[in-house]
């Protein structure tokens, strides 16, 4: 047999996960949403808190915070919104890195990580990120920290690369160089799966749960948290794709078919994406790389 | 209202077009197709001839010859069946040639064209074939035809890019390049859309049709065939996505829906495409360059 | 034997030409030179006119004006500085073009070349700078000018690729589009060659004399003027390497060697460049970039 | 002062090193050279084994095994002479592996890292490389060694980027990756620096030695050797690159000035490279990745 019924839908959008149980933001116990308008830069920002146990079961995502950067702006070439989605992620990223790193004197030490296959365009969001960001742990171990005074965070950066091309678990990697240069904290990007394909390219998913398995273009991953690595995990993404068995199923369900769906297992490896997903992730990739460098305190 | 009914399934492949209307070979009037296949070295040739205009009316694709290689391996790494596949190209590439252009003794000069958008991985077919040829032009312009002695053509190659990087439309700049370089013969590359994922890096289609408006996984091409350009031309193509609209369109029906089905706008910039489209368009690129070098009489 | 006498120093600067011949600014005559110091922004422009024939001889460059923009941070990371690089760039093209076309109503139409091998670091700059124009061409064309109000130009581009990949000379393919497209002006990017290693990355000429032979990295150009291409040639360089042959000339005769230099063909395919070439090139084609877009009206 | 009296000439190759001292392949006590020469293919092995510290003094490197294998053809276009390329590195390759590392029923693990800057053209040959690679661990790590049954090794791959790109030294996350992944050899891939312009992309130096400060484009290298990581190490460089300041210092020195020589310090992030090193890396890191194939064992 070469189908199979569909019984999970894939998102890698927890505020999916959670309108897909229930679109009232407070009828699940346990869960807490409350959102911010910028109707002046578009930029609406839902902020998701799953609270406990009971929460996490019934969206099934871990307890911990998710905020959801609602951007239509983030795919279109750039008038002049782009700097004020960068500012608005920075104030975000800050905000989840201070709650989740509690230093005294010293500055942490920030390690970013790019996932994903830069080879792939639409895969290829992590590793155009970390091309563009400003890093300085090199400059701290050579010349002293008086060297980055006023900022915000010391920062080092890694591309792992994919399995197919490694042999390695990505995991494996991160946590080697975590145990070898030992930072504070981990910033992880990656490009994600919607369900729905009004998300992608315009959704900011930032969270302090890090990643765990099935997410991702790939499906190769393991889970990157705060357990696994030792050290706080921030994730941040963008749906860049949809998994083509979602986007089937999802179809046939809204033209009312009653009997199960059969979906040939030939979509297993198959995805939905943009026809110009090169420029968008250019920019895109762009945008976030500069909302990290502010969040860092290397720009203005 | 934001959705549409599909009216019409897209597909670039002919023999896909034809099928659509009967799957048995000899049932339409007009249409002659014939197979060949080699085990050996698992490769499936169907030759399509559109003999007339009821041919054409019924299958929706103007009269000529339509090679369809049905070429599993080629997406595949290459454990030696590519050199095959190569060859296997660079025959019905020649009998193409041989039967559009009638030359007496002067060997004929070939511009080979590679459209599509290099920075958008499952578009870049084209340019990255370019990029792999044997280009002689220059060398006889400069030095005389004794320099290539024994070859079978004189070759030259352009990538236009597409029309939101350039503002023209591509085939300005072809038919601009062709009026002053004179070839006399043009081979145009393409990545297309297929309607079946099956057929998705696994078919080659050589044809002496050429390229027909809303072919290709750009939506901005006018024609390139003999009547816009003034020579022959052949196209070669590989379907490298499936349009997300017919996918949808398909796997309704497939569920035997019965009522019209609506498709949402949403879907009309999207497509389906596979994960390792990245490593798949590196092999075929190669494969298909040296399909066209062994044809040109640069390798063996 | 395989060594030559050198007998020419190379450069593809107006300035180090004249220079060559006289420090001084008001000694030749026929040439004028004007300068203009922008303190604040680090930015030295430096305008030589030379104005007949006999200023044409001396200093071995044709009868036009090159301007010479000395921006020392051009290459360094953007700390604010590449905006205000951008915006002295907008002004002086926009100077130069309206000084070599002279329109009426209608908006001029305006074709941008990118020159070189985009897959040559040192010789990408001109592609490179193309990615990241805002072209509108084919908005006008299918849309009407109402949709550019406001723009100074309407824009197209194209990148031609070099000889050995494409068989063809670069200027063929320039006037055949030009032929069929019709542009008002041309405006040519280029990766320079300089003759003192000072002047690499932190140089901008623009000139209205447009490319001559010899100029550039490879060395297949023929001349891309107004008298061979029928409309104004606006050319920008960068230098971006030295010629390895004149480098070493230089460096023999600040030894105070006397004797006849001997200089192996060796040498003559060798280029010297900067070892952290790829993010200056990636940091002056986006200032560039922006460059043009302001003086086309599309940002500010 | 902005210049030095340059005391040392650099380059990569033990063999150059060793030619500076004498060009009598049996004159250093120490030191053997034994020559073979592949006439047919045009391929001259030449092995230097550096026996003892006093060999080890006079020429400047390690006690070790340097294999220089002369190949013209290497920068060529390939005319069916690279696949003897392949053939003879592979050889060389499992010769030094098996010296190196004394199995017994188990396949060894091998890590193949790919040093450089991936966007620098002249120092990308490592990362080029690795992408062409046959990587199996993660299949043995998920289905078991049967399925690589066989071969010569199990393998694994890593591109670790440049310290500004990262902020950490490579050899910090190379000891990581190998203390989390326990691989029992490494094979390090290098763009190095040579001499002599005509070593350029026509040598490959394979060496057990590993690599040492100062070698490679970058400066940013420390050790990489089987005392830094603790197990054996073999590397393999080619030459793309001369020091700027070696250049002049010979070039002035064959011109027979007498006088201590002054170089510029501007020349110290300067090097020289060929013009066409675009298409000659593609090609020499296709070459040089199916040596490594055929050595594991999974082409012929």
Redo the contacts between chains.
Sequence with gaps: MDSKSLTRVRTDLALEAKNSISEDNSAIKGVRVTEEKDCKNNINIIRMDVLNRNGAQIIGRPVGTYITMEVPNLAQ?DNGSHREISKALAGQLRGLITDAYHWDTRIPKILVVGLG?R????DALGPKV??NL??????VEYMGYEEVEGAFA????????V???????TC??I???I???KPDLLIVLDALAARS??RLNSTIQITDTGIHPGSG??N?RKAITKKTMGIPVIAIGVPTV?D?ST??YD??K????E?P????E??A???????????II?RMSFTISEGINICMGFEE
């Design positions: 070439p296959n080879d792939a365009t639409s970390i091309s400003f890093i300085t742990r090199h400059i010391v920062t080092s950066a890694i591309v792992p690369g399995m197919a091309q490694t042999g390695m678990d494996e990697i946590s080697a160089v145990k070898k240069t394909i009004r273009v790939g190769d949809v083509a986007l089937i179809s046939v809204r033209n009312n078919v009997e769906i059969q979906i040939s030939e979509f490896n198959m995805y939905v994406t943009s026809k110009d997903i090169d420029a250019k």
